[in-house]
């Protein structure tokens, strides 16, 4: 329980009726008598503006600067959320911190399996970060945060917040171009989680791929890594390998979730725990709508359009191209690439008509990425679904443009996971979760 009255780690004039809660929240409609509110400023509004309606809906207290019932009283309601978050955090006994162009929440879902640790939901902006580690921080488990950038010192921040005693890179790709100029910018700025805070000691991993960006640096996956799995072997059931002798079956997984294992069991090995237990453990992870997520019936769907870059395009290509019948790409567009994205995206284009029998290509850019093109997704639809046969396999993947402002998004980002629900039904009526 997160108790107000308790000694805090700012100052605070806290009211007494402020009571204790189990989550905190910064969106009000979230709020609840288990549920605090935390009011920090947004980019249009104040969360001040919300502060009476968490408190009529029963918020135990509410982190603010204004002179409210239950209210936690602060000058600067953002900087004592993080300055609570770095008090907890200290109490954890392993901090994970995973970053990188792709791959970023499968890693994290499979360390946090070999390892038995809390991890971050979905959302991994820094308020989230903060209230994460303020909720996890006591629970005496390794906690795993991923971390994500989209701009220049970004990474730098977090690492102050998180203070990961382990720092992954995934995958070095062209993503969030607009913002970080160039994949040596990306490389730069997502190496800031192996220095950790004021270069302070952290236990540092990079994927294969990432390797040659970081020479020197213990590598995982496959291959010509430091920590290699043996005998990978991936089929439409799923991955097979062994790590340290035992052995390791993930169903319905690909190669990036193999090398994703590898590194749970890496920290795992390192951390202590039984590998065999950790192994058994990687066999039950579910990773969320959208990250490669297999649906099979009398033709499968490849769930995997939460996010996109040219990295992960490829990857999920590659995994496509290892099923049996005909294998169909619906692909969109690719957001934040910058100026070279006409070219990154013929660049997946060619890649996807190499590795599918069949290319579709929607919105922007629809030409280059499938031999198929559509202006809009309703269009996309109804051409699919119009040729869609047993035992097809589909993969769906695009950007969502969940960064941008619903009004950007409705001009630039693709939702394909409206694609992925008519291909659903289509295939078993109604589709369920």
Known sequence: MLDPQAP????ATVHPEARAARRLTWDSREASPDVAFVALPGERMHGNAFVEQALAAGAPF?????DVPRAVRVEDARAALFDWARAERARAPLVVGVTGSAGKTTAKSYVAAALDALFMPVFNTMPAIACFLIESGGAGRPLVVEMGIDRVGE??????????DVGVITTIGPAHLEQLGSIEGIAREKGVILRGVDG?????LVGAQAAAFYPGVDSYGFGDVTFAGEGLRVTPEGASFSFAGVPVSLPLASTVQAEAAVLGLVLAREAGVDLADAASRLAGVSVPDGRYRVHRGRFTVIDDAYNASPVAVRAALDALSGWEGRRISVLGRMLELGPTEQQLHAEVGAYARDRADLTFG??????????????????LVGALLADIRDGDVVLVKASRGISWTPERRAQEGVGLDVVVNALLEARDGPASV
């Open 62 to 66: 509410v982190l603010t600067d204004l």
């Open 8 to 11: 805090l780690p700012f100052q």
């Open 200 to 204: 302070g000691p952290v236990r540092a």
């Open 155 to 164: 990474m730098a921040e977090l690492v102050d917040l998180v203070r990961p």
């Open 362 to 379: 929607v919105g922007a850019f629809a030409a280059e990425l499938g031999e198929r093109a559509f202006a809009t997704v309703p269009e």
